[in-house]
């Protein structure tokens, strides 16, 4: 399988009911601080884009 043209885009901001955090162990969330969201592709070599694609 050539895994080089898959792209995943981050997830944007959802607000949760309430402004609570989640609870639930069916997600894995985090704190954004710095205002930018990233995927990280270790296929290969080490990538990290940007919700536009960008590497």
């Known amino acids: 399988m050539d895994n080089t043209n898959l792209f995943i885009r981050p997830m944007l901001l959802h607000k949760a009911p309430n402004n ?4 639930s162990k069916d997600y894995i969330n985090e704190v954004k601080l710095d205002g930018i969201r990233l995927v990280a592709c270790f296929y290969n ?11």
């Open 20 to 23: 609570e955090p989640l609870q």
């Open 45 to 55: 070599r080490k990538r990290f884009f940007t919700r536009h694609g960008v590497d």
